[in-house]
């Protein structure tokens, strides 16, 4: 007799699923936005200016500029510290001011002069700056006027024609700091016919007033 067939062979188990695909990671939270740059400190402010140069108690006297001698217009006070023009002061023009020349008008505006000190107990008219340098010495020209040349200087002697300039409005405070600058200080004396024609005009000078 036969054999008997062989037993069928069991088949195969199937192969194991595939892991899943691990999971993508979770979003990242917004990040906050940076935050706004910080405004720049504040820009530190200038310092005041120092306050005006007081007039002395006892007054300043603003001289007639073309008197050889001491010729006391009008005064400034305390308080006066403002004042550029003698038309706040006083009527316009005095009586017999501008003598000197029929030619030119009396100016008002206050012109600033200045003189290097001294130890001389004569004042010497060698000491006048209506001119100077940067150093204070005496100038021989127009051109360094302490305060600009008198807008009535049209014309040189020799008759050309000056360019035009102007006076700068100086208060009594001004006129200290600019001689000062310069190295020198206000007047106590007439410096009549020394150029930048401030003849025209009244002058401050140092000298007090008697009330």
Do not use: K
């Not at 720049?40 to 001289?63: C, D, F, S």
């Not at 038309?87 to 005095?94: D, S, V």
């Not at 305060?147 to 024609?161: H, I, K, Q, T």
């Amino acid at each position: 007799p036969s054999s008997p067939p062989p037993p069928p062979t069991p088949p195969l188990p199937s192969p194991p699923a595939p892991p899943p695909p691990p999971l993508p990671p979770p979003p990242l939270p917004p990040q906050p936005l940076p935050p706004p740059p910080l405004p720049p400190p504040p820009l530190t402010p200038p310092p005041p200016p120092p306050p005006p140069t007081r007039i002395p108690e006892g007054g300043i006297a603003v001289l007639a500029g073309d008197s050889a001698e001491i010729n006391v217009l009008f005064c400034l006070w305390p308080g006066d510290e403002a004042v550029t023009s003698a038309t706040e002061r006083i009527e316009w023009p005095p009586p017999l001011f501008g003598r000197f020349s029929p030619v030119f008008t009396a100016q008002p505006q206050i012109a600033a002069q200045c003189c290097a000190p001294s130890t001389l107990q004569t004042p010497h008219s060698g000491d006048c700056r209506r001119r100077a340098t940067r150093d204070g010495s005496a100038s021989g020209t127009d051109d360094d006027c302490v305060a600009g040349r008198s807008p009535e200087a049209a014309f040189a002697p020799d008759g050309r024609a000056f360019p035009p300039r102007a006076l700068e409005r100086m208060t009594y405070g001004d006129t200290v700091a600019r001689c000062g600058a310069l190295g020198l200080r206000l007047c106590r004396q007439s410096c009549a016919h020394q150029g930048c024609f401030y003849n025209v005009h009244p002058v401050y000078s140092a000298l007090p007033c008697m009330q």
